[in-house]
């Protein structure tokens, strides 16, 4: 069962948070008490979920607004070797790990791709929109972590905890993101499983100036007054997942996933006028939508 943990709670995740983080959603009507799943379900061997639905996310980083967006996920398990995609990131643990309770160490490189503000027709804001669009930006990097399963509620739930680095490399912001998170999910029954996430994200001083400085010449163009952001803890985020099996169960068949994020803007990215005026340091995702495990 611990396959199915890996499994669910990232492609859940990966499919609210399309467009950032990790990270969701309400409850499941299916269980009013936990319950471990049938000791009969099989673990291990090779998997893969696709999830598609529907995401609504800001419509530029600072946003008021949001936007509803196409939401795609993915993450399976192939020779012992995991792969998942997180928002706009695919992550690969290199470190294969026996099923069952007990430790799980993970490492592996990431990839991401930013796409905020790369196109102007989706800054839902005049203002920010004469800012002008920016580059595409793909992040490359790594990250490190440790899980444990079997730790509250049965042998099937996961605590974890993890970091992952990444450098853009497509001279878009030019700069680096830290992004530590606490990851616990948990089967309700065969069919459901719940899980929530906590983040936070530091970002360096390349990165602030390319999505939240104002320059003399951005300032005449949008009219919003000149800013200087720096280096520092840019946003956490609470993240909410949820999963209910519609045919077979969670190591197999349809299911409906849904989930929802919580993110607040820090420091100089709150105070930034492209969120203190045009926008709003509160940032909300939401998404639905559904998975098929094979």
């Known amino acids: 069962m ?9 492609v859940l995740a990966g499919a609210a948070a399309l467009a950032s983080l990790p990270a969701m959603a309400q409850d499941t009507s ?8 049938a000791a009969d379900i099989a673990t291990g061997g090779d998997s893969l979920t ?20 196409p939401a795609a996920a993915i993450r399976g398990s192939i020779s012992g070797i995991n792969f998942s995609t997180r928002g706009a990131r695919l992550f690969v643990d290199l470190v294969p790990n026996a099923s ?15 796409t905020d503000r790369t196109s102007r027709k989706s800054i839902d804001d005049k ?8 580059d595409t930006a793909i992040e490359l990097g790594g990250y490190v972590g440790i899980a444990r399963t079997g730790v509250i509620t049965s042998d ?9 680095y990444t450098q853009d490399v497509n001279k878009a912001h030019k700069s680096y993101l830290i992004t530590p998170q606490i990851n616990y999910g948990t089967p ?24 939240f400085s104002v320059t003399p010449a951005g300032s005449l163009a949008s009219t919003l007054p000149t800013y200087n952001a720096g280096k520092g803890w840019k946003n956490y985020s609470v993240s909410a997942l949820a999963t209910y099996s519609l ?6 068949g349809l299911s409906l996933v849904a989930g929802g994020s919580y993110s607040k803007l820090l420091n100089d990215f709150a105070d930034s006028p492209v969120t203190r005026i045009a926008g709003d340091r509160d940032q909300l995702i939401g998404a639905v939508g559904l998975a098929y495990t094979f």
């Open 2 to 10: 611990r396959s199915t943990i890996r499994l669910i709670a990232p």
């Open 50 to 69: 696709i999830a598609v639905g529907a995401a609504t996310v800001p419509s530029y980083e600072g946003s008021d607004k949001n936007r509803i967006i």
């Open 30 to 37: 299916d269980a009013a008490q936990p319950s471990s799943p």
């Open 156 to 164: 099937y739930d996961t605590l974890g905890v993890s970091v992952a």
């Open 127 to 134: 203002r920010v929109e004469a800012l002008g669009k920016r």
């Open 188 to 211: 309700l029954s065969r069919k459901a499983f719940v899980g929530l996430s906590v983040g936070a994200t530091y970002v360096g001083g390349e990165y602030a100036d390319t999505y």
């Open 100 to 114: 069952g309770p007990g430790l799980d160490f993970q490492l592996g490189p990431v990839v991401g791709v930013n």
């Open 247 to 252: 045919t077979g169960d969670l190591l197999h």
